[in-house]
């Protein structure tokens, strides 16, 4: 496709009428089913999808709502409420009655093409929306919108290229994931097979034994969300940045002012944290100083004994052993005296940093593919909007203009 090119060849002497949404379709109510009756009808594989707004759904039997409540004709959802959207759904469905939905009985208009249309106006409904405490729109916003309709033949030129459009961005994702999956499946396998030793090869530690030091973080203070604890220049990690971390954590989001350090500690970069409540057996490396609370264990390497890496290393072979040790609480965790007795394989130091020097070059190529993923992906998303919008920009009259 040649940017304007095309799309000045295949509207060449064709009139566009512009008619106001509610006019063009058919507008659909909701059902008054409750949220605690959806849950109590839901069953996995059901038939019927019920949409509730936002991401929330359930699937029923058809038995389970009134015939009058169940659209059968392709339709264009309305998300009215938080996040604003349209999602076009083909088979039979309900809705909640805080959404409406529409489609077509008119043999000239092609309900897909509307749906691709409106896909360029959510971010117009979206501002629309913010207007609002709970952001949220009502039916005459959509039913007034302009919408430009072409002859028949052009809307469904327009719904095949971007149907191709989008089934080809779907496979590309399909295929970056699984190949980012099996690059992560062979980085555990040689983790695990570089970590496998022969009886009398190693030593038996525990953590203890190869430490400098090996403590639980802090946080005294009471209550812990006490604001003139935070807003400092003092960086604060939490559990949930030791899970998202790879083998290093470089960013952090929350510090903790001059306060907040006072009760707490500063541990140096170069620590390796073990997260022991709600994320068990997380870890990651300091790459800066760093406090964090008392769910996250802190550990020194001894350079005589052994290296942050390895243990590091080490720790994520070893996780599901670790999160087997789980109290099974209510909220899972460990605690220090875990790692005070459990033991761990130590060969040689020269062996250890070997180990370390060959997982490090799969860690980067994993990394490099887990970082590049969402980039590239954004980047044909960027793509396939950008022709979408193209397509769909037609010369409108000013009384229709809803930038």
Partial sequence: MSDLSYMEKLL???????????????????????????KTLHKEYAPLKIFAGGRTVAFVDFKDIPEKDINRKPSI???????????YY?????????????????KDI?????????????SYFQGLASR??????????????????????????????????TEL?????????????????????????????????????????????????KSRHRPRNDPKLYGGDVPLIQTGDVRNASHVINEYTQTYSKFGLEQSKLWPKGTLCITIAANIAETTILGFDSCFPDSII????????????????????????LQAQSTGSAQSNINLATFERLPFPFPPLAEQQRIVAILDKFDTLTTSL??????????????????????????????????
Avoid: C
């Fill in 110 to 122: 092609n309900i897909e093409y509307v749906y691709y249309y409106l896909k360029t106006k959510e």
């Fill in 12 to 38: 060449d002497g064709v009139e566009v009428e512009w008619r106001e949404l509610g006019s063009a379709l058919v507008r659909t109510k909701g059902t008054n089913i409750t949220a605690r009756r959806m």
């Fill in 298 to 321: 802190g550990f020194v390497a001894d350079p005589e004994k052994t290296t942050t890496s390895y243990v590091e290393y080490l720790l994520t072979s070893f996780k599901s052993e």
């Fill in 169 to 217: 961005t779907a496979e590309l994702t399909a295929e970056l994931t699984a190949e980012l999956t099996a690059r992560q499946q062979q980085y555990a396998y040689y983790r695990k097979q570089l970590l496998t030793f022969n009886d009398g090869e190693v030593e038996w530690k525990t953590l203890k034994e190869v430490a400098l030091e090996l403590g639980r973080g």
């Fill in 77 to 87: 959802i309305v998300k009215s409420r938080g996040v604003i959207g349209f999602e």
């Fill in 90 to 106: 083909a088979k039979p469905f309900s809705h909640k009655n805080e959404m409406w939905s529409y489609h077509s009985t008119n």
């Fill in 132 to 165: 609002m405490q709970m952001p949220q729109i009502s039916t005459p916003d959509t039913d007034k919108l302009p919408i430009p309709i072409p002859p028949i033949r052009i809307q469904n030129e327009i719904v095949r290229i971007l149907d191709t459009f």
């Fill in 370 to 403: 887990t970082e590049g993923l969402p980039r590239e992906i954004e980047l044909r998303q960027q793509q396939y909007e950008y022709y979408r919008d193209l397509l769909l920009s037609f010369p409108k009259p000013e009384v229709a203009s809803h930038d």
